[in-house]
């Protein structure tokens, strides 16, 4: 009993004077080798995180002091990379613009085709005999001043009609209102008067009745006051001692250049109005005139008298200008209207033609009624050379 007291005192001393942590390092059995105590290195390899001590104690407790910690991360040296980060993709939705066509310059409006075809040509080029002593030509030009730029539209076209009249075939003759009758479209005057052709004899004042200028048809006056802007003008009808003396059937004369107070005397009929070319082929027209429809009575070098007839807008100075190089040979030419007024007629060889100027509302909104007119030249077939 003694003895194992002694034992059991014994190992409480012994546990007190070596601590456990000292303890644990003693080999179970003392016949076994004393292994090498771990460095700390070979202690980080084999675990996540360990604690190295040294022996000895840090308080009264008898527990180590740790002087170190040494961390590792398993698995070597990690490379750490951000994070990627998927971005979707957006897709815009697809609008369809509309397609807007590209502006182009206004077209002018062409009142009339160009003419086409073998007859509309021959029409154009040639003379077209409708009767003996009376023949008709149509001539398309550019009915503007200047050319037009490059790549701009067509420039505006108008055609010129022409009616040639043989004065020792044909009479002419005046149809006025004044003379006991109502303004009357050239129809209803060609009715009345049997007129093959007729054309305006005069522009006229705001009554509607009365000639601008001198107007007279044997002893019947519409007008005796000769205007003194009024140069040109229309004879027909010369007494015997006019005719013995050589003088015209027909003509028109630049006032400018004869004594009309003694010519005027000579003739059964006589009207006045303004000139566009003078005796020697000058323009007498000024330049910068708005543009109208246009009709107009001419002398021919060789004697033939001319009606004229533009339905289309065309300045006067232009269409002097073209009546000047055309093939005509015009002399003295005397204007008789512009606008929806200026009309011409024509009954032969199978023409029946009745036209007045037109406008741009005419052309928009179509053809308006046909205008009376006061006063109209006209011509009927003479029964013999001697009439």
Request: glycine letters at 10%; charged letters at 20%.
């Amino acid at each position: 009993m003694l003895q194992r007291a002694l034992a059991g005192i014994g190992l409480v001393l012994g546990m007190l004077a070596c601590p456990p942590a000292l303890c644990a390092a003693v080999p179970a059995s003392s016949g076994e080798a004393a292994s090498p105590a771990a460095t700390p290195e070979q202690e980080s390899a084999d675990g996540a995180h360990a604690g190295v001590s040294v022996p000895g104690l840090d308080n009264v407790l008898g527990e180590p002091r740790v002087t170190r910690r040494v961390t590792r991360i398993h698995g070597g040296e990690t490379t750490i990379r951000p994070p990627t980060i998927s971005v979707p993709t957006v897709r815009m939705p697809q609008v369809e613009m509309p397609r807007v066509a590209s502006p182009t310059p206004p077209r002018v409006v062409q009142p009339e085709p160009e003419p086409t075809g073998k007859a509309a040509a021959v029409a154009v080029q040639e003379w077209r005999q409708l009767e003996p002593g009376l023949e008709y030509r149509e001539f398309p030009f550019i009915a503007t001043r200047y050319e037009m730029p490059s790549g701009e539209a067509h420039p505006p076209r108008a055609t010129l009609r022409v009616v040639r009249i043989d004065p020792a075939r044909f009479e002419f003759v005046l149809c006025a209102a004044s003379d006991g009758g109502v303004p009357l479209p050239l129809g209803r005057w060609a009715d009345h008067a049997q007129l093959v052709a007729a054309i305006n004899a005069s522009m006229y004042l705001p009554d509607g009745r009365t000639s601008t200028g001198y107007l007279r048809d044997g002893g019947h006056v519409n007008n005796a006051r000769h205007g003194g802007r009024l140069g040109a003008y229309f004879l027909a009808g010369p007494d015997g001692l006019a005719r013995a003396a050589g003088a015209p059937r027909a003509a028109v004369e630049d006032g400018t250049r004869v004594n009309m107070d003694v010519l005027e005397g000579h003739y059964r009929l006589v009207a006045q109005n303004f000139r566009m070319i003078s005796a020697d082929r000058r323009i007498v027209w000024a330049a910068d005139s708005r543009p109208v429809a246009i009709a107009a009575v001419a002398q021919t070098g060789d004697g033939h008298i001319l009606f004229l007839h533009c339905r289309q807008p065309v300045e006067p100075y232009v269409l002097a200008q073209r009546l000047l190089n055309l093939p005509l040979d015009v002399r003295t030419v005397m204007y008789v209207e512009g606008g929806a007024q200026a009309g011409l007629l024509l009954r032969s060889g199978g023409l029946l033609m009745e036209l007045y100027g037109r406008s741009a509302a005419a052309i928009l909104l179509g053809e308006p009624p046909a205008p009376s007119l006061p006063n109209v030249l006209g011509i009927r077939r003479r029964q013999s050379a001697a009439d």
